[in-house]
């Protein structure tokens, strides 16, 4: 998304969520400070950085936590409402990955100057085509196996303009983890990002197998007893 970034964005420290580029969180707006932040970039760029403050308990080391703190999504409000009650709801779009270089202040609310986060190590195109392909089938076999309907997902993830958008969007969607979304949002290189993101799926269909087998009654699996 080529949006220019400004060198200060306010940030928003949200406990398990992590917005991922090119995919849209919702947000209900209550505290004082955080209705005054999006009063203000309403009036301006619209634009304020999502932080996920569980990534500070995600590692026990501090090195960690840091590199873990610094990593966020830099996102755009697209639509905002604002309530009777002084509350607001709106939908956060990601617009790119950001770094927290330095916390400028803390009133009326959280200011960080920013740098943005590029993606790294472009895939080929008929290897990303194939990619895509391995991606929505196992997003195919996810929803036959859960018995959920994940159909909007896949045809969501089936309209991407490319393989780091498709990603994103299935893991914005389909991973309730903010641990490995957050592991995927600080990862570079797109390759492994790709790559984080079939191993998740892949443990996902795995483990419903798993389950079904063992659910099944003794002796049901076609084996013959004795």
Known sequence: MQIPLPEALPVMELSGTVLLPNTVVPLYI???????????????????????SDAEA?????????RLLRIATAGIV????????????????GAKRVAIEANLSSAPYPLARISEVPSQGAIPTEAAEFLKRRLLRLLSKL???????????????????????MVHLAM???CPSSFVNQRLLETRDLAARVDIALRYFERQISSIQ?????????GSSGTMEN
């Open 143 to 165: 929803e036959e196996l859960s018995g959920l309907e994940r159909n909007s997902m896949i045809e969501i993830c089936q309209a991407a303009p490319d393989l780091e958008t």
């Open 30 to 52: 209550f505290e004082k400070r955080y209705r005054r932040m999006l009063a203000d970039v309403l009036a301006s760029h619209r634009m304020f950085a999502l932080a996920n």
């Open 210 to 218: 798993l389950n079904s087998e063992a659910s099944k009654p003794f």
């Open 58 to 66: 995600t590692y026990p080391s501090k090195e960690d936590k840091t």
């Open 172 to 174: 914005q969607c389909g």
């Open 78 to 93: 697209r639509m905002s409402a604002l309530n009777s009650d002084g509350t607001s709801t709106l939908m956060l779009l």
